[in-house]
């Protein structure tokens, strides 16, 4: 039996009437987000188009009868929406279709994520803390960011736990070992197909991976197939994932907020610097949540193989910056 906390912790999910929105909210209300000792304020925000949606949602929410939930609001204004927040999961924004790649959702996409940006520096509690779902993600998280000047810029994130969580799925299917006995799995850079799935320091069942693979199939199979997941899933479904990018999302909150469970993940943050990634530019790191904040994982040798993929897809992001500058979204 959980003991529900006194003092609920307020959820803000955009994008709460879409498909990702409705994975996340039973999850949310059952406690698998903050865990099952703390008790939930949702407040849903959509566009007048998604309004619909998510009032529905909010019904079958009341109709799960959730112990965890105290209440739910659904609005269309941002300043509503982030009033007190302490946790925003910013997943409204459209997705892509069959042949497009992420970046071409940057003029649609990165107009939403100055205005919540700026919403949440005027109106979110103290220890906000975001993550980004929305496509591009780590360029949307670093728009979102450069609006809240008041809030620290680290607590601005964007979503490659997917990645990661793809990675391990592929290592798992291709050793027979589970994905609870991996460690050291690193997605580097953007969420995007310049991203680079390293296993150089990655450990199955205690054993180095590097050691259980060779190189043609890092280079022509799990590389690839990791980076381009997201294109798969596309033309195998129809339309682009959702349940596990609903579950990975709960994994990033959870671990930021309640600490790691004894592996390193990746989260795409706002560089400070490591890893030679210039500072500002949102990229994914491997990281460790300690005391509630993320602390990239340091002192990893990289070889020339590992320093040219990073420095190919911090490029791609550095491109998007300019983009978004050039679209006055910066
Ligand atoms: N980072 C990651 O790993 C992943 C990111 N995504 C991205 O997540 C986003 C959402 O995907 P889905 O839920 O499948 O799309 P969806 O189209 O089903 O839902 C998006 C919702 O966002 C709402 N929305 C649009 N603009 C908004 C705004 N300004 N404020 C609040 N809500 C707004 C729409 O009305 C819609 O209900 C897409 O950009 C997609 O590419 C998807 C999978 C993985
Ligand atoms: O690929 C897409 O457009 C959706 C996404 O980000 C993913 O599945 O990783």
Redesign the pocket.
């Known amino acids: 039996m959980s003991t529900a906390t006194s003092s609920p912790i307020t959820v803000t999910l955009?994008?709460a009437?879409?498909?990702?929105?409705y994975a996340l909210l039973f999850r949310i209300a059952a406690g698998e987000l903050l865990g099952p000792n703390v008790t939930v304020r949702l407040k849903l925000?959509?566009?007048p188009?998604?309004i619909a949606?998510a009032e529905g949602a909010a019904l079958e929410l009341q109709d799960g009868a959730f112990p965890l939930l105290d209440s739910v609001n659904v609005t269309d204004s941002a300043a509503a929406a982030f009033d007190g927040t302490n946790v925003a999961l910013l997943?409204?924004?459209?997705?892509?279709g069959p042949g497009m790649e992420?970046a071409d959702?940057l003029a649609a996409?990165g107009a939403?994520f100055g205005p919540q940006g700026a919403a949440i520096n005027e109106h979110a509690a103290s220890d906000i803390r975001v993550v980004v779902?929305?496509?591009p993600?780590n360029t949307n998280a670093l728009i979102a960011q450069a609006h809240a000047p008041d809030v620290p810029r680290e607590r601005f994130t964007a979503?490659t736990r997917?990645d990661h969580n793809r990675a391990l799925g592929q290592l798992s299917a291709k050793l027979g070992i589970p994905v609870r006995d991996m460690d050291g799995v690193t997605i580097w850079g953007n969420?995007s197909a310049t991203q680079y799935p390293d296993v150089s320091h990655a450990t199955a069942g205690g054993t180095p991976v590097r050691d259980l693979v060779d190189d043609a199939w890092l280079a022509n199979e799990f590389i690839p197939r990791v980076a381009n997941r997201?294109a798969e899933i596309i033309e195998v479904r129809g339309s682009?994932?959702?349940g596990s990018?609903a579950s990975?999302t709960v994994d990033h909150v959870f671990d930021w907020v309640n600490g790691q469970r004894g592996r390193w993940t990746s989260v795409a943050l706002p560089s400070d610097g490591s890893y030679g990634v210039p500072e500002g530019l949102v990229s994914s790191f491997p990281a460790e949540s300690v005391d509630g904040k993320w602390r990239i994982v340091q002192g990893l040798e990289l070889n020339a193989f590992s320093t040219s993929r990073i420095a190919a897809s911090v490029a791609e992001l550095a491109t998007e910056r300019e983009q978004v500058q050039g679209l006055g979204l910066l």
Do not use: D, M, W
Request: overall charge positive; glycine content about 24%.
């Open positions: 955009t994008g009437g879409g498909q990702i929105g925000l959509e566009i188009a998604g949606g997943v409204g924004s459209r997705p892509r992420r959702l996409n939403i779902v929305g496509n993600a979503l997917l969420h997201g682009s994932s959702v990018a990975a």
